[in-house]
C-alpha cells in the first residue's frame, strides 16, 4: 500500500484493475497489431498533437505506401506532403525525412531499443522513445503526457497543469504505479482511460471507472482536486 498525501492506493490492485478493464475495453487502433518498430515510430511521431481518429486513415494510407524505412527513404518531400498533409504541422515532414536519414545512416535502417539511441533520431521526445520501447519491444516505460498527468492528478488530488508532464512527483507517481510485468497492456489501458473515461473536455465518468476506489477525485466528486 502506498499512501501519497490524503490517498491510499494499493498498486498491484491499482494495476490488475486496469488491465482488466483495458483488455474488454480495448481500442483496436490500427498501430497496435503493429509490432514493427519502424511502424510504432512512425504512429507515435502522427500521434503528437493530434488526434488518434485523425491519425487512423493517414496512418494506414502511409504504411500501405511505405512499409519499411527502404520505401520512406526513397520517397521525395512532395509525396510524403501528399501523405501526411490532413495532419497539419508541415514541420513534420522534414522531421520524418531527416529521422528516416539518420536510421539509414547511424542504424543501418533499423529503429534503435536503447533510449539514448532512439532520442537522437530528430523529432523523437522522451515520451515518443518510451512508447516506442514499450508498445514495440515491451520494456517497462512509463508514459508520461499531459493525458496520464490528468488521470494520475485526479488519482492523488494533485491539481495539473501543462508544464505538470515536466514535473518529478508527476513523472515518480505515473512510474510508481507502473506494471513491470505487463508494461505494454498496462500503458494502452492507462491511455484508453484517459480517453474514454477520464476526460479532459467534458466531465469525467468517474461511475464507470475501474480505478475509482483509489482515486480522490472519483470518491469526492473532484473537491479534492
Known sequence: MVRIGANHVDPVAFRRALIAWGTKHFRDLPWRSARSAYRVLMAEVMLHRTQARQVAPVYKAFVRRYPNPSFLAAAS??????????????????????????????????????????????????????????????????????????????????????????????????????????????????????????HKAKPPDCQHCPVRRWCLYGRTGGRQV
Not at 547511424?106 to 508498445?135: M, T
Not at 520494456?139 to 498527468?149: A, I, K, R, Y
Not at 508544464?163 to 507517481?173: A, H, I, K, V
Open 77 to 198: 518531400r512532395k509525396d510524403l506532403r501528399h501523405t501526411l498533409y490532413s495532419l497539419g504541422l508541415r514541420w513534420r515532414i522534414d522531421l520524418v525525412r531527416a529521422m528516416v536519414g539518420k536510421l539509414a545512416n547511424a542504424f543501418g535502417g533499423n529503429v534503435p531499443r536503447q533510449k539514448a539511441e532512439l532520442l537522437s533520431l530528430p523529432g523523437v521526445s522522451d515520451y515518443i522513445a518510451s512508447a516506442v520501447r514499450c508498445f514495440a519491444f515491451n520494456f517497462s516505460e512509463p508514459l508520461v503526457d499531459t493525458n496520464t498527468v490528468r488521470v494520475v492528478g485526479r488519482i492523488f488530488g494533485r491539481e495539473t497543469k501543462d508544464s505538470s508532464r515536466r514535473n518529478r512527483q508527476f513523472r515518480e507517481l505515473i512510474a510508481m504505479l507502473l506494471d513491470h510485468k505487463q508494461p505494454r497492456s498496462y500503458n494502452y489501458a492507462l491511455l484508453d482511460l484517459a480517453s474514454e473515461v477520464c
